[in-house]
């Protein structure tokens, strides 16, 4: 059990590219979830996959933003035509199921758009 | 719709005492999960605590014990002879098929 890894760390990148995420979750955990924080405040929820299927997806998250967990494996996080506003730490998080299920975290990528 | 508030921005403490931590959350649910994580600077954010709505017995882990008010719908965490190691920032977390986060309280140590 290495815990989940995300890739890349940081990214830097310039106003109206798209960008791409990655997070590989711990090889037994079926449910995975993204959050957003941005500086002094709690990450915040995007959208968590059982398995391959994206259950919910939060209506914060505009068009620009998908993710896909293509074979209930590793996921990604894709941000089009990024903006400002998108700077942030994206986070990514795998447990084994909800309820009590502890949520295990990645270190996160830092996204800096400029 | 369910929030999850952290009044207290930072906080410290002198090592070795004891410190309290406050979070309150909003929701319409019985059955509910409550966690609080630590999230040391630039690290990963781990697990501390959590607690089973359903139960009446407040949680506890070594040093680091919960009130669980379900009426009040609070769910303070007590941290006792605190140490530099503890300096974090903190979360409190509602879970109901997804989490919910505080804005977090960063706590720190003094020795």
């Known amino acids: 059990d290495t815990g989940v890894s995300q890739n890349p760390r940081h990214k830097i990148t310039k106003r109206g590219q798209n960008v791409t995420f990655r997070c590989d979750p711990i090889?037994?955990?079926?449910?995975l979830y993204w959050y957003r924080q941005t500086l002094g405040q709690g990450p915040e929820f995007l959208t968590y996959?059982?398995?391959?299927?994206?259950?919910?997806k939060s209506r914060l998250l505009s068009d620009r933003f998908s993710a896909e967990r293509p074979k209930g494996s590793f996921s990604t996080l894709e941000i089009q035509r990024t903006e400002q506003g998108d700077s942030a730490m994206y986070l990514c998080a795998s447990s084994l199921g909800s309820g009590a299920y502890e949520q295990y975290f990645g270190p996160g990528t830092r996204l800096t758009v400029t | 719709a369910q929030t999850v508030t952290q009044s207290q921005p930072e906080m410290s403490v002198q090592e070795a005492e004891t410190v309290t931590l406050s979070c309150t959350y909003d929701?319409?649910?019985?059955?509910?999960?409550l966690f609080w994580y630590k999230q040391p600077p630039s690290r990963q954010m781990i697990l501390v605590i959590r607690?089973?709505?359903?139960?009446?017995q407040n949680a506890t882990e070594n040093r680091f014990s919960v009130n669980f008010q379900k009426a009040a719908k609070s769910f303070s965490l007590k941290i006792s002879d605190s140490q530099l190691g503890d300096a974090a920032m903190y979360f409190c977390?509602?879970?109901?098929?997804?989490?919910?986060f505080g804005s977090g309280t960063k706590l720190n140590v003094k020795p």
């Open positions: 090889s037994e955990h079926n449910r």
């Open positions: 607690q089973e709505a359903y139960k009446q």
């Open positions: 977390a509602y879970n109901f098929n997804k989490f919910y």
């Open positions: 929701t319409s649910e019985s059955d509910y999960y």
């Open positions: 996959f059982q398995n391959e299927a994206q259950l919910e």
